[in-house]
């Protein structure tokens, strides 16, 4: 110590992204939609600027009530879709989208703001490009709702001719005409086989009917609830009033034009910081999180920002879509949130969230897609960067106690009041079939969610510290498939923290000496932050405020811990009159705790649950000094 004078923060489709040309806002804008645009188109909920390549019209503002494409294709522009057809020159903005069948270029829509023209149409009708509006009040008419509740999402249902068909015929009429028949808009629809998804934009409690929230996806035909918010989120999320506590709303969805639920893509309105983490601007698939990331959308136009919202989506999805075995998860932190050097990306771990890369270590709970005619898998592990051509099984053997629930009596079931058994054979494999009936709850499954294997890490083979691939590896009627590589950063080395102390000396000071400038070393691949904490007598404890290697260039912390290792540096001033007022001649000690940034993972096998502590890893050193007032 020194003294000195004191002084004074979507699967398959998603493949078109690597797929289609890395141009930055390319295509034609106006009324033919460039062929991508048929794939994939979104908006934003908020206006930015390119930062790529000028847009063909000259323009680099992206609004929210512009229509998006994928490789930074500008679709249409707010005003193509309004001025020609609606006469409106504002920018209304874009809450809610599906590219329909037909020729040319037809597009359902709703805007953010009503139509400046008196009375011509608001904020929650549905419009179509062909000049049709429909309002509100017809959509949700045989909801009884009675006033216009806006429009989040829109989705239509039927085949190709059974959809144009249904908009010739409403084409026919104007909005004063549905506002009078409002029952009429459902009869059209049942006459057609066309049916409308929707959400809306606020609660709704009827006093005799079950209470609609703005997160469920409506039917316009039949009047009925097609997935509640809990329906279409992890069961991990909790999603749904009154039973699980959260409505998390629904600013986009779409699915295939046969209606199938199980593969709706959608939105939310808010973000979750759960097991299962999210933001209002990710694609999200029926039960099963993130399929994309917002960056993932906007990331070619290079904006100044990763999350931008995602206000309207519309997908091609094919009708049946081939399932993919494939790792979707390492510690809870999702494989797209995870970068090639095997480090979860800034702000997406931790409670607050990290703003740092952030390395894995303990035992790492690993989760995946398996699909339906996997007869067994495994997950497999190579060093990288050595040249190693190795793979190492990660299995869980029978001595590490694994239980899963199941099915306690028969009948009734499943009750999940049981527990049997979980683990690998000698060579790291588990069997699909079993797997399945563990996981899915319409096979009985209690194990929503099942790890398919836990990764010793401290134990890896060719160290605990460096950085490797994952693979899934998956045995079927077809042959053995690998998929793709993950990329894991171990770190299971804790940090070094040393207070510079005279070993065998307690240094006297006095009052003149106060405050004490703290000097120490840290050293650690991944350090986080360090505080300093002061205690003596029966004072108790005074904790400084901790601090991070990225709060200050000029506080002598990097990422790796102290600047000019392995020489001592100044950290910041503790002082005894922070314990009390006149504190008494005692000796007094100050202890420097550094943390590291790494997740760390613990799993309880018996109790099959994994617990992650984010930059929790830490050590302690303490010196101790007499003072004298």
């Given at each position: 110590m020194r003294k000195r004078r004191r002084v004074v923060a979507f699967a398959l489709t998603l493949l078109l992204i690597s797929l289609l040309p890395a141009t930055l806002a390319q295509g034609q804008i106006g009324s033919d939609l460039p062929d991508a645009c048929w794939e994939l188109v979104y908006s934003t909920e908020e206006d930015f600027v390119t930062q790529g390549p000028e847009p063909p019209d000259g323009n680099p503002v992206i609004s929210d009530g512009d229509l998006l494409g994928l490789n930074g294709i500008i679709c249409a522009r707010n005003e193509d879709l309004l001025h020609n057809t609606f006469d409106v020159s504002d920018d209304l903005g874009l809450d809610a989208a599906d590219v329909l069948p037909g020729e040319g270029y037809v597009v359902a829509f709703?805007?953010?703001?009503?139509?400046?023209?008196?009375?011509?149409?608001?904020?929650?009708?549905?419009?179509?490009?062909?000049?049709?509006?429909?309002?509100?009040?017809?959509?949700?008419?045989?909801?009884?709702?009675?006033?216009?509740?806006?429009?989040?999402?829109?989705?239509?249902?039927?085949?190709?001719?059974?959809?144009?068909?249904?908009?010739?015929?409403?084409?026919?009429?104007?909005?004063?005409?549905?506002?009078?028949?409002?029952?009429?808009?459902?009869?059209?629809?049942?006459?057609?086989?066309?049916d409308i998804w929707f959400s809306i934009e606020g609660t709704f409690k009827p006093l005799d009917a079950p209470m609609i929230l703005d997160g469920d996806l409506l039917s316009a035909s039949t009047g009925t609830i097609v997935a509640h918010n809990s329906d279409v989120l992890p069961l991990n999320v909790p999603a749904g009033i009154p039973s699980r506590g959260v409505d998390f709303g629904l600013d986009a969805a779409t699915t295939t034009r046969t209606g199938d639920k199980r593969l709706i893509h959608f939105s939310t309105e808010i973000l979750s910081f759960g097991e299962t983490a999210f933001t209002d601007g990710d694609i999200l698939a029926y039960k099963n999180g993130v399929v994309a990331k917002n960056i993932d959308l906007i990331g070619p136009f290079e904006p100044k920002a990763r999350d931008l919202g995602l206000d309207a989506l519309s997908v091609s999805l094919p009708v049946t879509r081939p399932c993919v075995s494939r790792l979707t998860h390492v510690a809870g932190v999702a494989v797209a949130d995870i970068n090639p050097d095997g480090m979860a990306i800034s702000n997406t771990v931790g409670s607050p969230l990290i703003p740092a890369l952030v390395p894995f270590g303990g035992e790492i709970d690993i989760q995946g897609n398996l699909c339906d005619d996997v007869e067994?898998?495994?997950?497999?592990?190579?060093?990288?960067?050595?040249?190693?051509?190795?793979?190492?099984?990660?299995?869980?053997?029978?001595?590490?106690?694994?239980?899963?629930?199941?099915?306690?009596?028969?009948?009734?079931?499943?009750?999940?009041?049981?527990?049997?058994?979980?683990?690998?054979?000698?060579?790291?494999?588990?069997?699909?079939?079993?797997?399945?009936?563990?996981?899915?709850?319409?096979?009985?499954?209690?194990?929503?969610?099942?790890?398919?294997?836990?990764?010793?890490?401290?134990?890896?083979?060719?160290?605990?510290?460096?950085?490797?691939?994952?693979?899934?590896?998956?045995?079927?009627?077809?042959?053995t498939v690998t998929s793709t590589q993950t990329f894991v950063q171990l770190d299971n080395t804790p940090p070094q923290a040393e207070l510079f102390k005279d070993p065998g000396t307690c240094d006297a000071f006095t009052e003149s000496d106060m405050p004490l400038t703290v000097q120490a070393r840290i050293t650690d691949t991944h350090f986080y932050r360090y505080r300093l904490n002061i205690t003596g007598d029966s004072y108790g404890d005074h904790d400084y405020p901790s601090v991070a290697y990225y709060d200050d260039p000029t506080d002598n912390v990097v990422e790796d811990g102290t600047k000019n290792q392995p020489l001592f540096q100044d950290l910041h001033d503790v002082d005894v009159d922070d314990l009390a007022f006149n504190p008494v001649e005692c000796g007094y000690t100050v202890r420097l705790t550094a943390w590291e940034r790494t997740l760390w993972t613990n799993f309880n096998f018996p109790g099959n649950q994994a617990y992650r502590h984010p930059g929790r890893i830490h050590v302690a050193d303490d010196w101790t000094f007499n003072y004298t007032p």
């Open positions: 709703s805007t953010e703001l009503d139509s400046p023209n008196q009375d011509q149409f608001t904020a929650g009708d549905l419009l179509v490009t062909r000049g049709i509006i429909i309002p509100n009040l017809a959509l949700t008419h045989l909801f009884v709702i009675g006033y216009d509740i806006g429009l989040d999402a829109v989705h239509f249902v039927g085949t190709d001719a059974d959809i144009l068909s249904f908009l010739d015929e409403v084409g026919q009429y104007d909005r004063a005409y549905w506002l009078d028949n409002l029952g009429n808009l459902s009869q059209v629809l049942n006459r057609r086989n066309v067994r898998f495994r997950v497999l592990y190579q060093h990288v960067g050595s040249g190693s051509t190795t793979w190492t099984s990660i299995g869980v053997p029978a001595g590490d106690g694994w239980k899963v629930k199941a099915d306690g009596f028969f009948p009734p079931g499943p009750d999940c009041l049981a527990s049997v058994a979980w683990f690998s054979d000698g060579t790291g494999w588990y069997d699909g079939m079993d797997y399945r009936h563990f996981t899915q709850p319409a096979l009985g499954g209690c194990n929503p969610g099942l790890a398919l294997t836990v990764w010793d890490s401290e134990n890896a083979a060719e160290g605990a510290d460096d950085l490797y691939a994952l693979v899934l590896e998956t045995v079927t009627p077809g042959g």
